[in-house]
């Protein structure tokens, strides 16, 4: 009897960034870390930056994920809008450093900094501290 599979889609603003049949999905969300296999109850929720494995085939892969929301559909379809997605092996390790370098710089500027200004500083950092951490894993594990 053939295994079950999820039809997997995780979209950003510039692309399809990956698109397949895999057996698993672990994705951080608003309200801790869950895992979908297939014929997972349908589900809609936020999405907070950090790591998604995905399980196919015995490998797995790994992705930084900033913001966004998750769809689970109940054909066993699952869907997230992100406000950024890169697989591991596509981190630019020293472009994050610099990204979170510049945010934390900007953060500690505290003076003539509104709420909004606050958050987005913020939120590059998480982004990137997601990246960085997701890309260290990666090359820990291939080596």
């Known amino acids: 009897m053939p295994k079950l599979k999820l039809n997997f ?9 990956y698109s397949d ?18 014929r997972h109850a349908p589900l809609v929720s936020i999405i907070k930056p950090g790591e998604i494995r995905i399980k196919k085939d015995g490998q797995t892969i790994l992705m930084a994920v ?7 559909r109940k054909n066993s379809e699952v869907y997230i809008l992100a406000d950024s997605a890169e697989r591991a092996e596509e981190v630019d390790i020293e472009a994050s450093k610099a ?27 998480n982004r990137e501290t997601a990246k960085l951490k997701v890309a260290d894993k990666y090359r820990r594990l291939k080596h």
Not at 9 to 17: A, P, Q, S
Not at 66 to 72: A, D, P, V
């Open 9 to 17: 889609k995780i979209v950003t603003l510039e692309r399809v960034t």
């Open 21 to 38: 049949q895999i057996d698993q999905l672990t994705i951080p969300t608003e309200a801790g870390e869950i895992t979908v296999m297939a």
């Open 66 to 72: 900033s913001t966004g929301f998750l769809e689970i």
């Open 99 to 125: 990204a979170r370098a510049r945010a934390e710089e900007l953060l500690k500027e505290k003076q003539n900094r509104n709420d909004v200004d606050f958050a987005k500083l913020q939120a590059i950092i």
